[in-house]
């Protein structure tokens, strides 16, 4: 037995630098998306909750806050890709008919967990990840991009500037300038690893998102006469060899990851680039939202310094990229990351967007990656 399964609720509670307690905004978070839903915690069937951060225990006792229901809860974790992993599982439990609805919560503060949770992270076999932090290698990554496409700085900031003004219509956003951002003032931020600066960089800092999936007569049942938001595909995909592979533990791996993921995606769905509507990504520095255009397929591998430049993936244009903010601006907390684009492919697919509403939105991809590596993707369509 294959169910359909749809987004039937979602909620967040605001990205912030200097955050509350983890367990305060994981409630906040799950009772919005409950609320969304219509429904009442007794209803959901089985609950992925999904932090980096936090004690084993942490995710069982937070639920405990919703109420003592029977439900099954496991706790998923997968790097920056923890809460793209969550969802997929909660897909998956609904699409197997194992149960007709199904929450997946994430929640974490990386202010909070501190160098000790980076040394755990990290073990103590050898990884690139002890000797190149993320900053360092997403640098390398635009260097090497500028040697061979000629791709400036400033098409970088451009990137970041696009970000950080999403965010601006984002009211959960850690980062909401009280001003148009522009590129200058990017390029004048403080330096990170060349080329990137300091407002290229994601925002680290605590949240929490939260999603509730439902079979078709779930979704039907609490729509309350709104578009019904289907999941179409899901994907996930680890590192392949290649020539050159490096087998230290590449930050996100090698760039082909996000293309072999996103061409099962499209296999699977039916749909191409020509048919998006939107797209999210891992966009921790400009230089993988760059690059992501190419490997999805958006463009022409050496064209995306063009779309950039013809604003074509901002809110407006022909492909908007991080409607929300992106990592760059809406933050990058871990667990809640890859759920806070669901909650934003939602809203844009229901038209509830607001400020930032793309335009006859009607089918959003959805991408995060996680060390180690591994790429998750999903596919969410407007019906109805």
Known sequence: MIDDVYVIGVGMHEFQKMSPPV?????????????????????????YNGYIGGGMLEGISYAKDFGLTNVPI???????????????????????????????????DMIKMGMGMMKAMMGETPKIE?????????????????H??????????????????HARLNPYAQRRADHEVTVEEVLASKPVAYPHTSKMACAAGGGAACAILGNKKMAEKYANGRPLVKVTGSQSK????????????????????????TKALYEKTGVGPKDLSFVHVHDAFPIEELMYYELMGICEEGEGDRLVAEGATSIGGRIPFSTDGGLTARG???????????????????????????????????????AGSICIMHMLQREG
């Open 148 to 165: 061979e496409y000629g791709t400036t700085e400033e098409t970088f900031a451009k990137i970041a500037a696009k970000n950080w003004n």
């Open 238 to 261: 680890s590192e392949h060899y290649t020539p050159g592979h490096v087998f230290l533990g590449a930050v996100v791996g090698p760039g082909d990851l996000t293309k072999v993921t």
């Open 332 to 370: 990058h907390p871990g667990g809640p990351t890859g759920l806070a684009q669901v909650w934003d492919a939602t809203q844009q697919l229901r038209g509830e967007a607001g400020d930032r509403q793309v335009e006859g939105a009607n089918i959003g991809m959805i991408q995060m990656m996680g």
């Open 74 to 108: 496991t706790h998923v974790e997968n790097a920056s890709a923890t809460g793209s992993c969550c969802f997929r599982q909660a897909v998956k439990s609904v699409q197997s008919g194992d149960t007709e609805i199904a929450m997946a919560l994430g929640f974490d």
């Open 130 to 146: 002890q000797i190149v932090l993320p900053a360092a290698f997403f640098a390398m990554w635009a260097t090497r991009r500028m």
């Open 23 to 47: 367990r305060d905004m994981a409630y906040v978070a799950g009772k919005a998306a409950l609320s969304d839903a219509g429904i009442k915690f007794k209803d959901v069937g089985a609950l």
